[in-house]
């Protein structure tokens, strides 16, 4: 019999949550720990959809990398606009929710982003142990590149700016991580793939003469879900490991 306990402290060691930053809320967030479960659905975030497909295929945990329970919640009922928590409590449905720890843990969201864009792993990037910096086995024209990273990423469009570089030297950090453009610049690398980049951060990048692409949050972030679940397969081989087939980027370019 395996429990969402059993599965909670396997992620616990893949993930610790004393890695989490400070603003984060990491963890088991609902549920009952010692509940029996035979099917677990992986997402990178729980959303309405995600819950209706939980409950359509049986799951009784959901496993995502974004906290359902972020902010502050002020009442958990079927009046307000958010009635995620309310209604796995009604399902009976658990929520684990591995964030920044899975950001900064080895084989965690960024390990898997920068391998998959064909870089090695070499250093992290910034202070906090997020982000990751590797080389490419062959240098790429930016062209060649972005067609590359649209590619393997599955995004629905790229932002870039061109500093007129080749690509050799890669940072990468899946989810919003412009903020550590300047990182990535002092450790030499003359590309920074991330998300969710704002219009003075790429006019930093052009100060630096770095290429900067925000690849989306989404595309970035969720190759690490298919890796979560190859890993619990192998630690729970009798459980049913499920990927969220109704989650996808939201995000079109028209």
């Not at 995004?155 to 690509?167: E, F, I, K, S, T």
């Not at 192998?234 to 499920?242: A, Q, S, Y």
Request: proline share 3%.
């Amino acid at each position: 019999m395996n429990t969402i306990s059993d599965v909670y402290n396997v992620l616990c060691r893949l993930a610790p949550l004393d890695l989490q930053m400070d603003f984060d809320n990491s963890g088991f967030l609902v549920g009952h720990l010692k509940r029996e479960i035979h099917r677990v659905l992986l997402t990178l975030d729980i959303t309405d959809e995600v819950i209706e497909e939980a409950e359509a295929l049986g799951a009784e945990l959901i496993v995502s990398h974004h906290p359902l329970i972020f902010h502050k919640l002020n009442a958990i009922t079927d009046a307000v606009p958010d009635s995620r928590v309310l209604h796995l409590i009604e399902k009976g449905i658990g929520a684990v929710c591995m964030h920044t720890n899975l950001d900064i843990a080895e084989g965690g969201v960024n390990d898997v982003l920068i391998r998959l864009l064909g870089a090695s792993c070499e250093a992290v990037l910034d202070a906090d142990g997020c982000g990751r910096i590797g080389v490419l086995q062959k240098e790429m024209s930016l062209t060649d590149f972005l067609a590359h990273c649209k590619t393997v990423l599955k995004a629905n469009g790229l932002r870039y700016y061109d500093a007129g570089r080749p690509v050799k030297h890669l940072a990468v950090m899946g989810g919003a991580g412009a903020d550590s453009l300047v990182d990535a610049w002092k450790k030499g690398c003359d590309t920074y793939v991330t998300a969710d980049i704002k219009y003075h951060q790429f006019q930093d990048a052009a100060c630096l003469g770095v290429n900067l692409i925000d690849a989306d949050h989404f595309s970035t972030e969720n190759p690490v879900i298919p890796v979560l679940a190859d890993y619990l397969r192998g630690e729970f081989p009798d459980l049913d490991i499920m990927v969220s087939h109704r989650h996808h980027a939201i995000i079109s370019f028209f």
